[in-house]
């Protein structure tokens, strides 16, 4: 009897889950549905199928997005930026966790507490710094992003290194070899869960930002959210476009989710927890 | 590794210069200018407190501060209540539960510019439809009112964020020892009673975690208010930070801007600090 009544229960919460799921993603299905339309068959209603389902639209978004380029740069941006934050912080993390003295916990301090600054109230002097020496570039742009990005990061792995033995330092450094060799052999792959989820919190900020690459970046360099912000304001009216162009700068997301959803929500829930 | 040897400076440099050059100089750089008269080049003269002065006087940032603040006020709360939530329904046994948690969290993946353009479109023109289907009037324009453009930004806000909230508090829910449930089950406590008395007290720490987040998110929000209502109508739903940026490169006043981003940034340390510091208060008394 009891058994019955709690498997109804169950069923009705499942029904409720999957109805909040369906007003989840009804934004995705408005975007992607519409995306196939016309303009005037936009016009005429946009809760329906197209009723001929049109694919210029993509093609026309994907030329003006130059999205082959926009996509390149992302990557590259993000991926070098990601690469030089987890060897930088998880060397300093390193550095800091092992060395006990009251300096080393100051600067671990100011690390910390950096996070507390938004990023308006440096983002005028650094872009006039960085003008000045003539590094408003996308190299420029990548060392931006360690610097906004190594805080959290070393936190994180500063938190890693209490769960690995001093014993493993000794015993290569015993062996001969120095703390470099020490760091790259031995604790940094012992790192890697952690560098998973500081790869992937770094990942969903970096390869969305928007204002700083804004200020940094000429059209011609543009990452994805950036060339999105030109392309939309070029189609305002017209969203037949606009939709596909979304729905294109949308997709590599959509498709790292799919192949990655379980480090990913493990990842950030790793990171929120800490 | 001590701070003499030569390894441990060498380990820190690349961060130390990183944040250096990138946070910690440009802070203090500017902070002084903030001063004076700089226009983002050069500066001609100290001017002391004028473009804070200015600033309080001048209505347009009071009322970004003011809208800020009840968008910050509302979306916590919200997100919390609808973070929980959804933290309760995907850790119920049910068969899909993995599967909302991927739908709940996808959003947030996408970032804020894109997902604003998304939903300028669901509000201009899916409400418009909706408007003429049904015959509610209300569903239209809803970015054209200050009113409307403020739930829009919360509707907006509370769909990307509430997944991020939902795997705070399903950490924390994981964690309750089953045995616990199991013991008050057969103590006969209601399912509301085990809420009250187990489960809520267990997730507290999350709130406070979540609560921190959220508040920072709520006060830094750019992205999602620029490609949404960008500021309209006339700037009433002009959040803080895009304040600022527009008084630095639309209207070109480096200086005032600055001084308009220490204010900002003392608003969000304050906050940060007082909600540290009634969390340290709290595990005390715990």
Redesign the interface.
Known sequence: MKKNKEKRN?IS??I???L??LI??A??Y??IV?AFKTKRD?FS???GFPEEAVFSNFVEAFIDLAFLKSLFNSVLITGLSIA?II???S??G???A??K?K??GI?FF??VA?M??????????????FG?ADMLNAGGLI??Y???G??LS?FLYHGAMTGISKSMDEAAIIDGA???QT?WYIIFPLLKPISVTVAILNV?WI?????LPS?VLSESNATI?LK??YF?GQYTKQ?HL??AG?TI??LP??I??FFA?KQ??NG??EG??K | MQNRSLSFWLFLTPVIMGLGIVVVIPFLYGLFYSFTDWNGITANAFIGFENYIKLFQESEFMDSIWFTVKFAVVTVILLNIMGLGLALLVTRNIKSGNLLRTVFFMPNLIGGLILGFIWQFIFISVFGDIAGLTGIEGLNGWLSTTNTGFWGLVILTAWQMAGYIMIIYIAYLENIPKELIEAAKIDGASSFQRFKNITFPLVAPAFTVSMFLTLSMAFKIYDQNLSLTNGGPFNSTQMVAMEIVRTAFSDNQMAYAQAKAVIFFLIVAVIALTQVYYNKKREVEM
């Open positions: 169950l919460i499942e409720l889950g999957l909040l799921g989840w993603i934004p995705f408005l975007m519409n936009i209603g946009v809760l030089i060897l930088f912080s060397m300093a390193y550095a800091l092992r060395n003295s300096l080393s600067i100011i690390f950096a507390l600054i938004p990023f308006q109230s440096v983002m005028i002097p650094l872009v006039s710094i000045q060392f931006m360690l610097g906004f190594c805080s070393i120095n703390r470099f760091f969903i390869w969305n930002d928007y204002l200020l959210p999105m912000f939309f969203w606009a939709l979304l700068a949308i997301v959509i790292g989710y959803q990913i929500i950030v829930s929120a927890v």
